[in-house]
T-cell receptor, first 114, second 109 residues
Framework: NAGVMQNPRHLVRRRGQEARLRCSPM?????VYWYRQLPEEGLKFMVY????????ESGMPKERFSAEFPKEGPSILRIQQVVRGDSAAYFC????????????FGPGTRLTVT | QKEVEQDPGPLSVPEGAIVSLNCTYS??????FMWYRQYSRKGPELLMY????GNKEDGRFTAQVDKSSKYISLFIRDSQPSDSATYLC?????????FGTGTSLTVIP
């Protein structure tokens, strides 16, 4: 039973470029969460999505960041015009949406902006 | 006030010691309580979870929740060097989750 998949695992972008991070939830999970983690810091909630719906984006910067979870395919976190401050580890987590509400995390994407 | 407060450590113990990791939370409506283990440069791994006050044991790990004082603990018995990691507590209700900042643990052989 595959866990949460994220790709790419490492992403290097120059300032001003776009970054696209992908997340495939665990089989049977319909809820996806995105978190950002800076070195030596905790997990910062960004956005919570269900299929085709953004449920809570209160943690996501208003500009340059967007997220989607289409009916088919992975969830995408998109960062436009990246800046050095966007360098971080981005983790996706999924939850079944029914039954016990538990979060299962992926391995993360480490974004480096040069 | 943060939803979850966790002592960041770092904590360093000799192999074989009993480790106690602790968190407090602010909202009595929180229903579930989780502990995650995160190795360096890896994703958080769900270690234990519980929905009620009391103790839950799994091998060398015991999760304890005291809802009356809003206190969450994780005990590790006979700690091993492989337990060296950052431990994050988490709690929540519905589809809202709140994480502590993590406690860094080093077990010295």
């Amino acid at each position: 039973n595959a866990g949460v998949m994220q790709n790419p695992r490492h992403l290097v972008r120059r300032r001003g470029q776009e970054a696209r991070l992908r997340c495939s939830p665990m089989k049977g999970h319909s809820h996806v969460y995105w978190y950002r983690q800076l070195p030596e810091e905790g997990l910062k909630f960004m956005v919570y999505l269900q299929k085709e719906n953004i449920i809570d984006e209160s943690g996501m910067p208003k500009e340059r960041f967007s997220a989607e979870f289409p009916k088919e395919g992975p969830s995408i976190l998109r960062i436009q015009q990246v800046v050095r401050g966007d360098s971080a580890a981005y983790f996706c987590a999924s939850s079944p949406g029914t039954g016990p509400s538990l979060l299962y995390f992926g391995p993360g994407t480490r974004l480096t902006v040069t | 006030q943060k939803e979850v407060e966790q002592d960041p450590g770092p904590l360093s113990v000799p192999e074989g010691a009993i480790v106690s990791l602790n968190c407090t939370y602010s909202n009595s409506a929180f229903q579930y309580f989780m502990w995650y283990r995160q190795y360096s440069r890896k994703g958080p791994e769900l270690l234990m979870y519980t929905y009620s006050s009391g103790n839950k044991e799994d091998g060398r790990f015991t999760a304890q929740v005291d809802k009356s004082s809003k206190y969450i603990s994780l005990f590790i018995r006979d700690s091993q060097p492989s337990d060296s990691a950052t431990y994050l507590c988490a709690t929540g209700a519905g589809n809202q989750f709140y994480f502590g900042t993590g406690t860094s643990l080093t077990v010295i052989p």
